[in-house]
């Protein structure tokens, strides 16, 4: 790779850098000794630890290349990349230089793996093209209206299936960390990638990623399960948010499974035992309960979005199905009247039953958009619920054992939120030792056993990602 320069960008989140500087630090510095041969610039975010050079945006940041670096390709990529397949970067540049390509992109490669190109010839202009309001957090591929600029791109497409993995490739939460900072030596690409994710298949499986727990039992009837009886206790909440944050860091929590959360008569105190975490929240409403002072609760709390399951479009299969104390013309009224609804969601669950209210659904919604959620119903292993289904043809390890935990309003753990087993309770074990429970039956699906519990057979959920 002559005539090139490696340009680490280090946009890092502070909240993740502030957790682990140390394992960011020897990420960083594994990556400066792959790169030894080469010519590497190192530039930050105005956060930035590891760089003399830091900018406010984007633009200014290419705008320095632009001075800077002439005469050269340029290799962009993230100053923690340190599993970079050297390899496939030979192989992406020479797909860049025979087409003369302004910028090449990968598109079925995770990031962090294979960078991006940006021609010697090219560098020059690239920080025009730039929109001035991104950050140098931001995507480059989301920087640039890359359609309408006429730039040459060259999209470099690999045969690999690797991106159906989903493994992050890039320092993004703890699971990823302890992964990259694992593997020391393996000079990792595309040929062999696949032969070790299946001798290692546990740096698949971290720590959690999505915990949903249920805070109250009242449910609407409506395509959910029976739940045990009773509130969660204040205490067993303070001890899972204890628990998320020592194991599980960066997980997304949902607050409400089936039940509707707002139920809970405390909802207010546990909801405040979230305010240290930095976690995002879901807030999963069935809309059984309308709280102008909860909504601006949740609202209140920064990286925490509502969602208000609402289903139907006719008061008569409203009532039928979801057995609310409210019309469902109480329901639009109570949501239109929030004031601020960025951080709002509404949804439908689809069933045989909701399945013809889904068009008069969006377009009642559309003012809404995006943020409209048509959510695939929970089966349960059993097929009568389900409209359509589109699972993929090869069937893989499921995705719940990789990354959730379900948590019941007693505090009892499930296998998964399809499965009726229980694997443990959170008042007696704590997250990691419920955690390392279902590493068993995600190995044994890993050997394609698929039959973790009575229903994972026959189950066509394992693809779901929640
Ligand atoms: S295969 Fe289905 S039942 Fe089995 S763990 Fe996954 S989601 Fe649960």
């Keep these: ?71 050269k ?50 560098i020059g202009d690239f920080h025009n093209y730039i929109e001035e309001d991104k950050k140098v957090s931001s995507s480059l591929k989301d920087a640039v209206d890359w359609e309408f600029q006429g730039i040459d791109v060259g999209v470099y497409l690999s045969p690999s299936l690797l991106v159906m993995e989903r493994v992050d490739f890039l320092p993004v939460n703890k699971g990823a960390i302890e992964w990259i900072l694992e593997d020391k030596d393996t000079d990792l690409n595309l040929d062999n990638i696949d032969e070790y994710l299946k001798e ?11 915990v949903a727990i249920e805070l109250h039992p009242q449910t609407d009837g409506f395509n959910t ?39 809970h008569s405390q909802f207010k105190d546990l909801f405040s035992l979230l305010e240290k975490l930095p976690n995002r929240v879901l807030v999963e409403s069935r809309a059984l309960f309308l709280s102008e002072e909860l909504c601006s609760l949740v609202f209140s709390r920064p990286n925490t979005e509502l969602i208000f399951d609402i289903s139907f479009t006719t008061e008569e299969d409203f009532k039928k199905y979801k057995k609310s104390n409210y019309t469902l013309q109480e329901i639009r009224t109570f949501i239109h009247k929030i004031p601020n609804k960025e951080q709002l969601w509404i949804r439908l669950t689809r069933t045989h039953e909701t399945e013809y209210h889904i068009k008069s659904f969006l377009k009642e919604w559309q003012d809404l958009m995006p943020r409209v959620i048509i959510n695939k119903a929970d089966s349960f292993g059993k097929e009568s619920v389900k409209v359509v289904d589109l699972a993929p043809l090869q069937r893989h390890s499921c995705y719940a054992l990789r990354r959730e935990l379900t948590i019941l309003n007693d ?56």
């Design 225 to 263: 399960r029976a739940l045990p009886e009773g509130e969660l206790s204040i205490d067993t909440f303070r001890k899972f948010v204890t628990d998320i944050d020592e194991f599980a860091p960066e997980a997304l929590i949902s607050l409400g499974i089936w039940g509707d959360p707002f139920c």
């Design 200 to 210: 290692n298949p546990e740096i698949l499986r971290h720590c959690p990623q999505y």
């Design 411 to 466: 505090g009892s753990v499930l296998l998964c939120r399809q499965s009726k087993d229980v694997i443990g309770n959170l008042n007696k074990k704590s997250l990691k030792e419920l955690w390392a429970i279902n590493e068993v039956s995600f190995l044994a699906q890993e050997q394609k056993q698929f039959d973790s519990c009575s229903i994972c057979k026959t189950c066509d959920d394992w693809w779901i990602w929640n």
């Design 73 to 122: 390709d340029l290799i962009i990529l993230d100053a923690y990349a340190a599993l970079i397949s050297l390899d496939d970067t030979k192989k992406v540049l020479e797909y860049s230089n025979t087409h003369i390509y302004d910028v090449c992109l990968t598109e079925n490669l995770p990031e962090g793996f294979v960078p991006m190109i940006i021609s010697k010839d090219f």
């Design 1 to 71: 790779m002559k005539n090139t320069v490696f340009i680490l960008i280090d946009s890092c989140h502070p909240v993740l850098y502030m957790r682990y500087q140390h394992q960011l630090k020897i990420i960083h510095q594994n990556l400066l000794k792959k790169l030894s041969s080469y010519e590497v610039i190192i530039l930050g975010d105005s956060h930035s630890q590891i760089t003399e050079k830091r900018f406010d945006s984007l633009k200014f940041l290419y705008a320095y290349l632009s001075d800077t670096v002439k005469g």
